[in-house]
């Protein structure tokens, strides 16, 4: 029988006298790709750095870690600077993180190369440029004269590869590397990342919180809960009949299984009504390059003629991949930028020519949740004052009194406590925070939220709770949505209507069941046969 390429056996890690991993045992053979999964706080990203030794210097780590025979919990650290890289390579989740945003991709790339003395000068650029090429980033977008900020975010995590996968090592660790993708730009990334390990004949741990893209891509599968592993086999058998409370929870999490009878969403209003939000042939153009004296500068069309609307009291849901112009759609539809044809009418009234009183009516009635809410949060401020903020809009300013006794309520009516109120944000996990930001967005007592991207970041626990609550409160409060997401499951599970965007046009729009069981447009197919799903 051939020797596992990684072993752990009894592996542990204590912070501060807490054993925050706990006795983990596993193997990852050559060409195997292991799938390391769990809720967040479950231990799997800590695990992948202690697999590194790049732990914290308060942390403790003890067992055994071997890597093709060789015992890495006994190595110095000089000697693990050459291991890492050259037989461990790693990418994390955020690739802007990992790359340096002042040079150029291929320098970064051929920089890796010189620092272990694999190769330089005009050596290390080519096979830079190999690198880049390997993981399908060729013409002039994956030029390796591109910065990182010229690049979109499937490129630079294809960016991200090739740096840890160009001295070619034995093992390489892929921690949460497509979460924020849309779902064709993620089916590629993890295809890359396939390829890469079958041909070279790699082993490779691949962490994720989302079951379903497991399922996709990987031999064998680990399931941790509180720093242990609570399931593990060979995934195709495994998920067909798992047996842990808490591995069950991430199956049903992950496929957003109904956990109330679907009319529990309120219905589309008569089609004579008042749309609550409605764009009329909107178009958003972008100057590309410098002005001339002699010629306009060649424009590009972001959106293009776009009508949708929203009911009273419906969900909506708006899908597309990066760079279909959902982000350029928002900004319009909140008034935040204006478009150069086209109109935005929000109660019926025109949004973007709104002044003074009228505007600041109108803006009461709408509000945005984002996908990071803690980056549109005041570090500074307490939850109260950071919720209270949008009060600002309301004509008579509430009383300190009454102010308290609103927050306290929208507060409660997110899951939350009143007493919260008193605390920060850092003080509170991502998906607390995420109820932190819905209450900001209900204090004023909307008509209709917009939610960008609201649960992306979330695992799939969490994204799950917080679907229950947007489906209670848009049940009990009456709200309309428009529910803008590149994941298409969201979409199903909280969507009346469904509208399909590409390249700056709705390509497809009407009942969600309908569009998105039998959908009719090319894109839409195409969106769907890259959603990762688990088959029964």
């Known amino acids: 029988m051939t020797a596992p390429l990684l072993e752990l056996n009894s592996f542990s890690i204590s912070i501060g006298g807490r054993c925050i991993v706990q006795e983990l045992s596993f193997t990852v053979g050559a060409g195997e790709i292991l799938g390391l999964v769990g809720a967040s706080g479950s231990g799997k990203s800590l695990t992948a750095l202690g697999i590194?030794?790049?732990?914290?210097?308060?942390?403790?780590?003890?067992?055994?870690?071997?890597?093709?025979?060789?015992?890495?919990?006994?190595?110095?650290?000089?000697?693990?600077?050459?291991?890492?890289?050259?037989?461990?390579?790693?990418?994390?989740?955020?690739?802007?993180?990992?790359?340096?945003?002042?040079?150029?991709?291929?320098?970064?790339?051929?920089?890796?190369?010189?620092?272990?003395?694999?190769?330089?000068?005009?050596?290390?650029?080519?096979?830079?440029?190999?690198?880049?090429?390997?993981?399908?980033?060729?013409?002039?977008?994956?030029?390796?004269?591109?910065?990182?900020?010229?690049?979109?975010?499937?490129?630079?995590?294809?960016?991200?590869?090739?740096?840890?996968?160009?001295?070619?090592?034995?093992?390489?660790?892929?921690?949460?590397?497509?979460?924020?993708?849309?779902?064709?730009?993620?089916?590629?990334?993890?295809?890359?990342?396939?390829?890469?390990?079958?041909?070279?004949?790699?082993?490779?741990?691949?962490?994720?919180?989302?079951?379903?893209?497991?399922?996709?891509?990987?031999?064998?599968?680990?399931?941790?809960?509180?720093?242990?592993?609570?399931?593990?086999?060979?995934?195709?058998?495994?998920?067909?009949?798992?047996?842990?409370?808490?591995?069950?929870?991430?199956?049903?999490?992950?496929?957003?299984?109904?956990?109330?009878?679907?009319?529990?969403?309120?219905?589309?209003?008569?089609?004579?009504?008042?749309?609550?939000?409605?764009?009329?042939?909107?178009?958003?153009?972008?100057?590309?390059?410098?002005?001339?004296?002699?010629r306009a500068p060649p424009a590009f069309r972001a959106v293009d003629h776009v009508s949708l609307e929203v009911q009273p009291g419906e969900s909506v849901g708006l899908i597309g991949e990066s760079g279909s112009g959902k982000s350029t759609l928002l900004r319009l539809l909140l008034a935040l930028d204006r478009p150069q044809a086209g109109e935005v009418r929000l109660l019926g009234e025109a949004f973007g020519s709104a002044r003074g009183k009228a505007a600041r009516r109108l803006r009461r009635s709408i509000q945005a949740v984002f996908q990071d809410p803690y980056s549109s949060f005041d570090p500074e401020w307490p939850v109260e004052r950071l919720v209270a903020e949008p009060l600002r809009l309301a004509e008579v300013q509430p009383t300190k009194a009454e102010m308290r006794r609103r927050v306290a309520s929208v507060l409660e009516q997110v899951g939350l406590q009143a007493a919260d109120g008193a605390r920060y944000s850092h003080e509170f996990s991502g998906g607390q925070r995420q109820r932190i930001a819905i209450a900001r967005a209900l204090i004023t007592a909307p008509t209709v939220i917009v939610f960008d991207e609201a649960v992306t970041a979330l695992d799939v626990l969490v994204r799950a709770q917080i679907i229950d609550l947007l489906i209670d409160l848009n049940s009990r409060l009456k709200l309309a949505y428009l529910f803008i997401s590149h994941d298409i499951a969201v979409v199903r599970a909280i969507a009346d209507r469904v509208y399909v965007m590409q390249q700056g046009r709705i390509v497809e729009h009407g009942a969600a069941a309908t569009v998105l069981e039998s959908p009719q447009h090319d894109y839409t197919r195409a969106l769907l046969g890259a959603t990762p799903r688990i088959q029964a």
């Open 52 to 294: 590194m030794r790049l732990l914290p210097r308060t942390a403790l780590a003890s067992g055994s870690i071997r890597l093709g025979g060789r015992a890495l919990d006994s190595c110095s650290e000089q000697q693990m600077q050459r291991i890492r890289g050259q037989q461990i390579g790693m990418v994390f989740q955020e690739p802007m993180t990992a790359l340096n945003p002042l040079m150029r991709i291929g320098a970064q790339v051929a920089e890796t190369l010189s620092l272990h003395g694999a190769a330089s000068g005009a050596a290390a650029a080519k096979r830079a440029r190999t690198a880049l090429e390997a993981v399908g980033l060729t013409g002039e977008r994956g030029s390796p004269r591109n910065y990182p900020h010229e690049l979109s975010g499937g490129q630079r995590q294809r960016v991200a590869i090739a740096l840890a996968t160009v001295l070619e090592p034995a093992l390489l660790i892929a921690d949460e590397p497509t979460t924020a993708l849309d779902v064709r730009t993620q089916a590629g990334v993890l295809a890359q990342l396939v390829t890469l390990v079958r041909e070279r004949g790699m082993g490779m741990i691949l962490v994720s919180h989302d079951l379903a893209l497991i399922a996709q891509v990987t031999d064998r599968v680990a399931i941790m809960q509180a720093g242990r592993i609570v399931e593990q086999g060979a995934t195709a058998t495994a998920l067909k009949h798992l047996s842990h409370p808490y591995s069950r929870a991430l199956l049903e999490a992950a496929t957003l299984a109904p956990r109330r009878v679907r009319t529990s969403i309120a219905r589309p209003a008569a089609a004579d009504s008042t749309p609550v939000l409605e764009a009329r042939g909107l178009v958003r153009d972008y100057a590309l390059g410098r002005r001339s004296l002699w």
